[in-house]
């Protein structure tokens, strides 16, 4: 049995992360008929690429590795039929980040998480040339303002367990404790979360409502965009649920609930549906798409995307198990100011 490249992301983080992206990547192993009994750790090693034994080991105490879907210690001995699960994390606060004051739109917070509605433009975590200016930059004086005695080395080592793009907008939960990331990281494994997304697309969309899927994975030519691609051949398998909410002729306003969370998972679905997100300029909304050639029309249009110079795309709502007393919660986000007027511009522009 073979697995090339399949630990990657104990080792790498991924340059370009996107919405809700989980930060556990699930790989499966069965073990041979014929296998004599072996430590897990030891196991893992031999067959998984770029694995240390340390950071298996360590993988095992904390519960990323499941035998027969059970929490197993580093010396237990796989048997032929085992059926293992290993969650890689994808952690990128494996640096010090630097604490910087910056106003924070702080939604909930209490000793467990604390939950954020992002400004447009703020990048979530440091890495690729953005080490400052973050959220987790702004997180960290938060937290060391509340704990001036918590070594920097903390600062959030543990905390974020999902992103959103740099200019979408809304709600994303991050951790207090280790403890806690753990709890909120496996909601987000299992797709338990719920997460529903505002988004103005272009185009009039045929049905009322209905469901995208398709394998989203990297673009094998330009590595920073991704693509759909066939299921099995390529990429990670990703399910979009929308609703039409308003339809304004040539654009259409829409509700999308995420079933998993791929990096650019809903942008990348629209687009292959043929609805770009309104001025999404990496999936081809910055143009006109749907319309008409008078010129006052063209005008209307280049006046919207100055109004929202981004991606239409919002989170709205959030919900998930609490990981101090399990019990559900929900927070919702007002539809920002720049979309709520380019919504209200074309609402105008129709009647």
Known sequence: MTNEGALEDFDELEETTGENDSLYERL??????GQEPLRIDKFLQQRLEKASRNKLHHAIENGQVLVNNQQVKPNYKVK???A?????????????????????????????????????GMVVHPGCGNYQGTLLNGIAWHLQNQQPDIDD??????????????NTT?????????????????????????RKYLALVW????????????????????????????????GKEATTHYTVLERFRYVTLVECRLETG????????MQHKGHPLFNDDTYGGDKIIKGTIFTKYKQFVENCFEICPR?????????????????????????????????????????
């Open 203 to 234: 185009g009039n969309i045929e049905d009322n409502e209905g469901t995208i899927t398709g394998h989203v994975g990297r673009h094998q030519r330009f590595r920073k965009i991704m693509d759909i691609y066939p299921d099995g051949d390529y």
């Open 311 to 351: 991606q239409a795309l919002h989170a709205q709502t959030l919900g998930f198990i609490h990981p101090g007393t399990e019990e559900r919660v929900f927070f919702n986000s007002p539809i920002p100011n720049d979309m709520q007027k380019v919504i209200e511009k074309w609402r105008n522009y129709i009647n």
């Open 28 to 33: 499966s192993l069965v073990v041979d008929k």
């Open 80 to 82: 032929p039929g085992d």
């Open 153 to 166: 080395q903390m600062l959030p080592r543990f905390g974020m367990v999902h992103r959103i793009d740099k």
């Open 262 to 269: 791929r990096t650019h998972q809903i942008r990348v679905h």
């Open 170 to 194: 809304g709600l994303l939960v991050l951790a207090k404790t280790e403890a806690a990331s753990k709890h909120l990281s496996h909601q987000f494994f299992e797709h338990t979360v719920n």
């Open 84 to 120: 293992l699960l290993v969650l890689s994390e994808k952690s990128p606060e494996t640096y010090i980040v630097k604490p910087e004051k910056m106003p924070l739109s702080i939604v909930y917070e209490d000793d467990v998480v604390i939950v954020i509605n992002k400004n447009a």
